[in-house]
């Protein structure tokens, strides 16, 4: 289901944080969570800002992860308006998505064609219109 593999997910990234520098786990994560035309642009970027982050706040961050995730499982989603916008080329994310979103009636997806996991950079006009028509009307 949806919530074992991403509580899997977060597993190999606590796992692997132990084992690697921040700076490892940033390229491992721009080489398999995003695309080939979304890593020209964000990888470098990635790569600086990993020289500021310890292991330690790799771990926090990692552990605040699984404590989010956990939460998101106890919403009660029918009562609420939820918007999730995706792109069509994220590769880890957009399947169990497209999941919830067959669970639960009210949850719009709208997936943002040729973008990638970080759509709201990739495509910030596209983004940011679909969240501000969606904002508007609830």
Known sequence: SFGIF???MVNVLKFSARLFNPRT???IWVDQILDKKERAG????FMEQSKHISKHDTMRWLQLCAREH????KLDYNNLNILIVMGSRDKLFLTPIKK???KFANIKLEIIPDSGHICN????E????LSLDFLSKI
């Open 6 to 8: 991403q509580e899997f």
């Open 25 to 27: 786990m940033a390229k």
């Open 42 to 45: 964000i990888r470098d970027l």
């Open 70 to 73: 956990k939460l998101l499982y």
């Open 100 to 102: 919830l979103k067959e």
């Open 121 to 124: 950079s990739h495509t910030p």
């Open 126 to 129: 596209i983004f940011n219109k």
